[in-house]
């Protein structure tokens, strides 16, 4: 009898797989360990193909540190002009990337926005 190869599944193949994009919804592209938020402005028919702007963060500062020291993420400016943005098409990996861009590096995942910057020293 001959054994069927089962196939690992990326996390991320997942994710996408279930959820279906509307405009509006939020998205995080994330490139290394840093992570911007993205609001979706565009999906075709198919939800294949989405465009995307950046979600502008909105925080709120402390006032007995330095400045940008002690800023806290409070949410997100949810405003966009629909059908602007960056086009990103949904590959076989099960991410979705810039389109003409190779997949090598930066990836974007629907449903949630999510802000990291490395910290710089």
Do not use: C
Not at 39 to 65: E, F, P, R
Not at 66 to 79: A, C, F, V, W
């Amino acid at each position: 009898m001959k054994k069927k190869k089962i196939r690992k599944v990326k996390k991320a193949a997942v994710y996408a797989n279930n959820i279906t994009p509307v405009v509006g919804m939020g998205a995080t592209y994330s490139i290394g360990s840093d992570r911007y938020a993205q609001t979706i402005t565009a999906v075709n028919k198919t939800g294949k193909t989405i465009m995307v702007v950046g979600a502008n963060s909105i925080y709120t500062k402390h006032t007995n540190l330095k400045p940008n020291e002690g800023q806290t993420l409070i949410g997100y400016d949810e405003s966009f002009t629909p059908n602007t943005g960056t086009v990103y098409t949904l590959r076989k990996n099960g991410y979705f990337h810039a389109k003409g861009s190779k997949a090598k590096y930066g990836y974007l995942t629907i449903g949630q926005r999510n802000t990291y910057m490395d910290p710089h020293f």
